[in-house]
DNA sequence: AAGCGGCAGTGAAACGTTTCATCAAACGTC
DNA sequence: GACGTTTGATGAAACGTTTCACTGCCGCTT
């Protein structure tokens, strides 16, 4: 269907080596035959093939980015982030979507690994993934691990403080004067919520050092929705007025959307009868019903800084590999607004 | 670094060939010799090399699609529905991001058909890329246009009636009493945009048949942002008060958004100050400060057509051309509640 | 004038698959 | 027990590149 290079040498009357350096070494063939071979090119429509190339080679121009929720603006900030870098580095950025579901994950690394890409971020949906991440990096796939810190020190990695950002909720909520508390998030095996929820109990553990303890309940999730933030706030809504928190922490931001707009819906007021905090900060936090508290990622950064580790260890296979991590910071809006002054 | 199917060969015993049947058609060969050339694979970590697969089959397993906006929901949710089909068909749905730029538009379509990608779902940045996406069609890489119809009958295309969703949205704000209405969008050259502007003047056009004429503003913007919706707020916050229009339809929910949270933060009371209409109705129109009318499109819908309009014509060669046309709905929530009933 | 270095261009080899014609062996039939 | 048929295994060819050792050729030096 498609036009070879064989094809084009034989209708620009050059030999097959010709045609590949006017294509890779230009500066290296006479400009007369470069000329002719140019034109060939354009009148028979000749497109490089990649697979041919990627064989010959090697290795592709391809750098993929694996994430847990496409259609989370979190993640998207973050593969925006990660095309800039990859994209000024000549190459091409793929995204690719587990869904949070490991089966999905695994087809998609046996594909990538397939594909020979360049390397590979990704947010694992667990740890079941490992052993197939370390085959990929000692193959000569480096793997970044992004919004994750390396178990040990197999593989680069970029992530927030997760356990922190749980804390600064956590404690904002305390200073404010809310004495129980829910942690809304799940499934719990992932380690942004068991991190985010850890941090909250740090932060009750401590606070309840000079204080009498503050109670916490926790609502499991079956994931990191919208719908599912909304079914957490009915069960929420369902408890009894005085034996019910007084605050929500979500673990991210679309849970913390779903569940004020179900709250609403109730006719509960926020931040008066429930005060919610989410995470994330997602360009939509600040315009929702009530502008929406939440512990701020920088997550442009992680994608650039994600992306330059790996483009760093594609280049220098003696390579150190570096854990990256960031702070969080709160960002206080009306949802958690004292009601009640502490 | 890695091993191929020829080490794999060696260890087992047995013939290249047998190898490669075991990989493609196990029944073809005998139990035993399976049975050692699986363990000879599982011992080397072989894994496929699909780029010698490729290069040898002429045509390779993943469907791109080339979005506009890789953080737009409305996207993202055309992506999910395409995912879904695309790999139920057994092959990989890659996403790529133009960015509404035609430069990184271009660069993308450059890759992906060096890839020899299988096909291709696509909402162009402009008219620009039509002469690429011929050849692609005609270089075996079928295209099927979505959320935009096709000019002529070159592509398969899946859209939504813009021009009605346009007069939905209009209709419903002459007749809720406003005869003064801001057109929000840009750049006018994305046909989405001007289709939703053709609609509304062609809604403005019917009234001014049977009344005395409404007024409309148009209010050009840089893109289909948040940001861009600010910005646009701005301007409108800025007209005199009797001048002002009482009203304002945004080509999509981001800008929509963007302009709600400006008019808020000036002092503006929507709908009562101005009533906004948005587009696309994604998740976050709902659970905005005002809960945001918008003109739904059938965005899974639209994903899953496109995919399998794309899978057929892969099939079949001698595919006809088609063209899908959805229709929008309009959603009405407070933010353009009557204010003054009609 | 002979020798030499540099420069363009050539053609074959190699990358890792899949396919296909060929071959050998085993089997069933008469 | 010979023959035809089926079955499984084999090895070479082909896909489209890139690379590299060679070959001429030209102009410069000695």
Redesign the pocket.
Known sequence: M?????E??RRA?????????V??RPE???P???ERVLKAIAELG????D???Q????RSRTVAIVVLDGGNPFFTDVTRGAEETVEAAGSMLIVCNSGESPAREERLLEMLEQQRVQGLLITPVGTSSTARLERLSRHGIPVVLVDRGAGRGAFCSVSVNDVLGGQLAAEHLLRTGHRHIAFAGGPLTLPQVSDRHQGTTAALAEFAAENPPARLTVVDTANLTVAAGRKAAAELAAIAPGERPTAVFCANDLLALGVLQELITRGLRVPEDMAIVGYDDIEFAAAAAVPLSSVRQPRELLGRTAAQLLLEEVEDAGHQHRRTLFDPELVVRRSSEPSRPA
Do not use: D
């Open positions: 498609t036009a070879s290079i064989k084009v040498a009357g050059v030999s097959l080596g010709t045609v590949s350096n294509l890779n290296k063939v006479t007369e035959n470069r000749y497109v490089r093939n697979s041919a190339r064989l010959r080679a090697g």
